[in-house]
């Protein structure tokens, strides 16, 4: 079993930074492999970065560029980096790993 906590999400205006952060726990947990998925209303869920290991790392094309992916093994817990945000980066944010997911946190970017 494997659980993930997700944090940092909030309010921000358009052109802001957010830092979400997801605590891995549980038998035979590790950070490599874990990845962000995001869901906006009306939305399928949609990959936004994975963290393979370090230095091998996956953007999707809407985010390149303006967020960036990172791990620390001894705190086991990965971490998103979110800047330039935009309105289009409103969604709920998810931590996966393998069929494991978190209980999302909720991003909203103003206009």
């Known amino acids: 079993q494997v659980q993930l906590v997700e944090s940092g999400g909030g309010l921000v205006q358009a052109g802001g930074s957010l830092r979400l952060s997801c605590a891995v726990s549980?038998?035979?947990?590790?950070?490599?492999?874990l990845a962000w998925f995001r869901q906006a209303p009306g939305k399928e869920r949609e990959v936004v970065a994975r963290?393979?290991?370090?230095?091998?790392?996956y953007y999707a094309d809407s985010v390149k560029g303006r967020f960036t992916i990172s791990g620390d093994t001894v705190k086991k817990s990965v971490y998103l980096q979110m800047n330039s945000l935009k309105p289009e980066d409103t969604a709920v944010y998810y931590c996966?790993?393998?069929?494991?997911w978190g209980q999302g946190t909720q991003v909203t970017v103003s206009s």
């Open positions: 996966n790993k393998e069929t494991y």
């Open positions: 549980g038998r035979a947990s590790s950070i490599f492999g």
């Open positions: 963290f393979r290991t370090y230095g091998d790392t």
